[in-house]
C-alpha cells in the first residue's frame, strides 16, 4: 500500500489529475458567489418593485419640486447639457417669485386710453418678486398678438400698463392682472433656459 501511494504522488498522470481537480473547485468559488450576488439583485429589485397590478403614485408632492425634477429629467436626457452651465439653484429663485407674485401680490386696476394699468404692490421679498416678474413678462410678451406691455417699477412693487386692439378689449379685462402674466408659452421654454444657465431675455 505505502509503495502505490507512493506511485500515486510520483506518477505525472495523477499528478495532472490533482491539478485538474484543484483548477476545477478554485473556479466555481467565483461562479457560487456571482449566483450568491446575483440572488441579493433579483431579491433587492424585487422588493422595490411594486406587486403587478398596483398603481404607482405619480405625484412628486409639491408644485415647485415637479418643475425642477421635469427640468432636470429633460436636462439629464440631453446629451448636449453643459453641467458646468447648469443652475437649478437660479430656477428654484424664479418659481418662488411666481410663487410670491401669484400669491402675495395686491393688485388694482385702471382703464386707461387703450387698454389697462395694473399696479402689483407688495413688501420686502413679494415686491421684490413683482419686480423682477412684470419686467420679466413685459419683456417677453411686448408686442406679441400686437400688445403692447409697458412695465414701470414702483416704490412698493411695479405697474403693468397694457396695451390692446379694441377687438381684444373684453379679453384683457377678462384675463386681469394675474391672467395676462401666464399668457403665452414662454415660462416653460423659460424655465429650461434659467436652469441651463442662459438669459431668457437675452
Known sequence: MASMSHHRRECPMFRALDLAAFALAASLVPTAASAQQSTHTMHHQMMHRPPKGQTVPTQP?????????EIVAMLEA????DWSK???????????????????ATVTEQPIDG?????????????DSIRRMVNAHAAAMNGVGNWRYVAA??????????????AD???????????????G??????????????????
Open 86 to 104: 447648469v443652475d437649478i439653484d437660479a430656477l428654484r429663485s424664479h418659481l418662488v417669485d411666481m410663487n410670491a407674485v401669484m400669491m402675495g
Open 169 to 183: 378689449r373684453a379679453k384683457l379685462h377678462g384675463l386681469g392682472f394675474f391672467g395676462i402674466l401666464t399668457v
Open 115 to 127: 387698454g389697462m394699468k395694473f399696479t402689483a404692490t407688495g413688501s420686502g421679498p413679494t415686491r
Open 61 to 69: 408632492g409639491q408644485e415647485a419640486f415637479a418643475a425642477i425634477q
Open 153 to 166: 417699477e414702483t416704490d412698493d412693487g411695479a405697474t403693468l400698463s397694457v396695451l390692446t386692439p379694441e
Open 78 to 81: 440631453d446629451p448636449r447639457t
Open 185 to 202: 408659452m414662454h415660462h416653460q421654454q423659460h424655465h429650461l433656459m434659467i436652469a441651463r444657465g442662459e438669459s431668457p431675455h437675452g
